[in-house]
């Protein structure tokens, strides 16, 4: 008999993705349980509604990410990381906008967890942090820079003397996914944040004889409202933010409702 659990991880306040994903796993009768990888907010403006499915769900453990502690941050008068400056007045606009109740259950999440299935040992982290920084500010940038791109060989430098079966992780938008002789890595990849109407998250499957396997799925969506908010929200850097993370999907729909209209 084999366990199944869903990786999910960047919502990036992206409420219609996460909605669209949450309905697949519950379709799937047979996925024991939900980890969520951080970043559910900031970037996408569905803050509340994001954390709202995440926190009223039993099946559901997370932890955060930078993007949900430099709000928290803002939020509780401290130290915001100069790495993030240009991103200070949309985690403002954010802070402004998260419904309160919400505030000290983000404050509680750890900033990693380790679970036992069949056992198999599997570390989650939303990205590479070292023991020894665990419990740094968020403006002394505990997590590793994103600019050193994750590949099998560094990963298995970095868990040399790990026991771990499985690292999962977030934070680096793309999908990543290696098998090596030591350990399975994966990153299903941004759920809120990609250039096609579509929702990505893993399902990892341990059987009993020590074997695991992962299945990235790929849920379609409705995103055309969510991308129009954007303007009609007046969201901090929206030009940016849906060039960089949603490749300017929103011209399209802006474009279909001048048709429209004429």
């Not at 509604?49 to 009223?56: H, K, S, T």
């Not at 020894?132 to 298995?156: G, Y």
């Not at 020590?210 to 969201?235: C, K, M, W």
Request: overall charge negative.
């Amino acid at each position: 008999m084999s366990t199944k659990i869903a990786i999910l991880t960047d919502v990036h306040g992206n409420a219609p993705a996460l909605r669209a994903v949450l309905t697949d796993i519950d379709q799937q009768t047979d996925i024991e349980h939900i980890y969520c990888l951080g970043d559910m907010i900031g970037i996408g403006p569905d803050s509340n509604d994001v954390l709202a499915m995440l926190f009223e769900r039993d099946d559901v453990s997370m932890i955060t990410g930078n993007h949900d502690e430099c709000v928290l941050a803002l939020l509780r008068g401290e130290n915001y990381p100069d790495s993030h400056r240009h991103a200070r007045e949309h985690h403002q606009w954010i802070a402004d906008r998260i419904d309160p109740r919400y505030l000290p259950l983000l404050a509680k999440l750890p900033r990693k967890l380790v679970r036992e299935y069949a056992g198999q040992k599997l570390l989650m982290v939303h990205y590479h942090i070292d023991d020894e920084r665990l419990s740094l500010p968020i403006d002394q940038d505990p997590w590793m820079p994103i600019e050193q791109t994750p590949t099998a060989d560094k990963l298995d430098a970095l868990y040399d003397d790990r026991d771990y079966a499985a690292v999962l992780f977030g934070h680096h938008h793309p999908l990543h996914l290696f098998q090596t002789r030591h350990r399975l890595y994966l990153n299903p990849g941004a759920l809120g944040c990609t250039h096609q109407p579509t929702a990505p998250y893993a399902v990892l499957q341990l059987s009993e004889d020590g074997t695991l396997s992962a299945e990235v799925r790929e849920i379609p969506y409705d995103n055309r409202e969510f991308l129009l908010s954007y303007e009609h929200l007046q969201v901090p850097d929206r030009e940016f933010i849906l060039n960089i993370f949603h490749g300017n999907q929103h011209l399209q729909y802006l474009r279909e409702h001048i048709k429209e209209i004429e």
